[in-house]
């Protein structure tokens, strides 16, 4: 009875000197200070966001008018954006069209980008985390040193290659360029040297296996994440790449991609050029610029609520192990 007692005294001046953990319900200055601060933050960003996507609800009247209401929420309509779809969509010569053949070319050019570059990132990144080859520190410092160089500096080389094979207005030739991704093989190669050790790839070199037959057997199983990581990061990047396809595509009205179709879009509006909108059968105001830009962004919109499973498995590549 006398220990019993004592562990009863000793447990509770242990109890004693355990700290307590606040409730979660427990509002502190500085908590109701950080949520605030958090939501104004949140607001900045949200409001534009609100306004914009509204716009495309609007009736271009209204929008000129200046009857916005509470948070530019005045005037919107289901009506209002049919008539504005029908305007975007009529644009180009016989009858229109342009703007789905635009969408079309984009995803053509994304998705074959994307596709390209985890065929090459993934052999690429692993052959430079996993094998021994003269130039291999080399190799690596050129993947590093390519991913910095600024995308425009490569247009006009990029440009007169094209040109010499006589391929600018094409859509292949872009395919082929944006599936070259230095940075996709450094995502590969940081995920290979961090969640495949170098003592499997030697078990599998001692069971007989070639360097071929380890990396689709033992590497791609593995590698889930980094290709989702590669082809996420390579289907924006391509999306939202200007440059490149004004340089090779401007020639060619049915081979435009969405990037470059907006500024044409732009272009042609009677708010931005009066004088070549003056002789176009559509008219495009602030209500159709902003569904224009909208239905050009849902494609990456709905890629990152689809991947996001896999990016958040994913988001940890390059982290070390405790």
């Known amino acids: 009875m006398a220990s019993t007692k004592k562990l009863v005294v000793r447990d509770a ?13 427990h509002w502190t200055p500085g908590r109701i200070a950080r949520i605030a601060t958090m939501l104004f933050v949140a607001a900045i960003f949200i409001f534009p966001m ?28 289901w009506d209002n954006v049919m008539f504005s779809w029908s305007q975007v969509n009529g644009f180009g010569p016989g009858g229109g069209g ?7 070319n984009s995803l053509i050019v994304s998705v074959g980008g994307a596709v390209l570059a985890v065929l090459g990132a993934i052999p690429a990144g692993y052959a430079l985390s996993r094998l021994r080859f003269r130039f291999r520190r ?39 360029i944006m599936g070259f991704y ?22 599998a070199r001692i069971d007989g296996l070639g360097e071929v037959a380890i990396f689709l057997q033992v590497a791609t199983p593995i590698s889930k994440q980094a290709v989702a990581l590669v082809a996420f ?33 732009i272009g042609s509006s009677p708010l931005f050029n ?8 559509v008219k495009l105001y602030m209500p159709q610029l902003a569904l ?16 996001q499973r896999f990016l958040m498995r994913g988001q940890t590549v390059g982290a070390v192990k405790g």
């Open 50 to 77: 609100v306004g914009f996507v509204a716009m495309a609800f609007r009736d271009a009247d209204n929008v000129a008018a200046g009857s916005d209401g509470f948070l530019g929420l005045g005037g919107m309509s």
């Open 138 to 176: 080399l190799v690596l410092i050129v993947t590093l040193v390519t991913m910095v160089i600024p995308n425009t500096v490569l247009v006009i080389p990029l440009f007169l290659e094209v040109s010499a094979i006589n391929a600018v207005g094409e859509l292949w030739p872009v395919v082929v």
């Open 98 to 104: 342009l703007f789905t053949t635009w969408i079309g």
């Open 292 to 307: 224009a830009t909208f239905l050009s962004m849902l494609p990456l919109l709905a890629l990152f609520i689809g991947a």
């Open 233 to 265: 990061f390579a289907f924006v990047a391509n999306w939202t790449n200007f440059f490149l396809p004004l340089a090779l595509l401007s020639s060619n009205q049915q081979n435009k991609t969405v990037s470059i179709g907006l500024q044409e879009l």
């Open 274 to 281: 009066p004088t070549v909108a003056a002789g176009l059968d």
């Open 13 to 25: 001046r242990l109890e004693s000197h355990v700290p307590r953990v606040v409730g979660s319900q």
């Open 182 to 203: 230095p940075f996709g093989v450094y995502l590969s190669y940081i995920h290979f040297m961090t969640t495949m050790p170098a003592e499997l790839v030697e078990a």
